[in-house]
């Protein structure tokens, strides 16, 4: 069974720093690019960053170039991505997301708030 488990969020400050962590079982990970998402509230999801099976290439959103990287550990099944420079338009419950053998599977979904 395919599944994803988002961690690392919480409240932070503008101008601070989190690491999201995205751990994937039930599959071969190394076989698949992987993607994380954002919904802020009223707002419809986005993709923020995506990264291919093997992490040799990296796509980002405007919004967040520059400021955020996607990486992964293909033996621990795990996708990061690190958030630098936050600001409180950065808030939103973020969620990894993977399309595997014809479907599509989420995470649950981390709240992260960026606020003083």
């Known amino acids: 069974q395919v599944k994803f488990v988002e961690s690392g969020g919480g409240l932070v400050q503008p101008g601070g720093s989190l690491k999201l962590s995205c751990a994937a079982s039930g599959f071969t990970f190394s076989a698949y690019g992987m993607m994380w998402y954002r919904q802020a509230p009223e707002k419809e999801r986005e993709l923020v960053a995506r990264i291919t099976a093997n992490g040799g290439t990296r796509v980002y959103a405007d919004s967040v170039k520059g400021r955020f990287t996607i990486s992964r550990d293909n033996p621990k099944n795990t996708v990061y991505l690190q958030m630098n420079s936050l600001k409180p338009e950065d808030t939103a419950i973020y969620y990894c997301?993977?399309?595997?053998?014809?479907?599509?599977?989420w995470g649950q979904g981390t709240q992260v708030t960026v606020s003083s």
């Open positions: 997301y993977g399309y595997v053998v014809g479907r599509e599977y």
